[in-house]
Nanobody, 115 residues
Framework: QVQLVESGGGLVQPGGSLRLSCAAS????????MGWYRQAPGKQRDLVAV???????NYADSVKGRFTISRDNAKNTVYLQMNSLKPEDTAVYYC?????????WGQGTQVTVSS
C-alpha cells in the first residue's frame, strides 16, 4: 500500500509563489520518479514536471523557467516551487509516484491564482 500526502496549495495573487510538497509512504515499493500534474476545470490532466531518482527533471513548456521540481529521495518526497504564478496556473495539482511495477496518484491539492 502506498499513500501520497500533498500539501502547500492555496490561494495566491498573480505574480506570487507557492511551494507544493508530496510525500510517499508505504511498504514494498521502489521509486523510479515522482512528478506533478495539473487539471483545470474542463481540461485534461497534463504533466507539469517530473524528476527521476537520479535527478533528471522535465517540465511542461508552459511552466519552464517559473517552476522548479526537486526531491528528497531519503524521504520519498517531491517538491514543486512555483514562482511568477499566473491565473492560467489555476488547477488541481496531483502528485504522482512512478514506482517499480505500478504508478500511484495523490488526492490533489487546489491552487488558485486570482486577485
Amino acid at each position: 500500500q502506498v499513500q501520497l500526502v500533498e500539501s502547500g496549495g492555496g490561494l495566491v495573487q498573480p505574480g506570487g509563489s507557492l511551494r507544493l510538497s508530496c510525500a510517499a509512504s508505504g511498504s514494498r515499493f521502489s521509486v523510479r520518479a515522482m512528478g506533478w500534474y495539473r487539471q483545470a476545470p474542463g481540461k485534461q490532466r497534463d504533466l507539469v514536471a517530473v524528476i527521476t531518482t537520479g535527478g533528471t527533471a522535465n517540465y511542461a513548456d508552459s511552466v519552464k523557467g517559473r517552476f522548479t521540481i526537486s526531491r528528497d529521495n531519503a524521504k520519498n518526497t517531491v517538491y514543486l516551487q512555483m514562482n511568477s504564478l499566473k491565473p492560467e496556473d489555476t488547477a488541481v495539482y496531483y502528485c504522482k509516484l512512478f514506482a517499480l511495477g505500478f504508478d500511484s496518484w495523490g488526492q490533489g491539492t487546489q491552487v488558485t491564482v486570482s486577485s
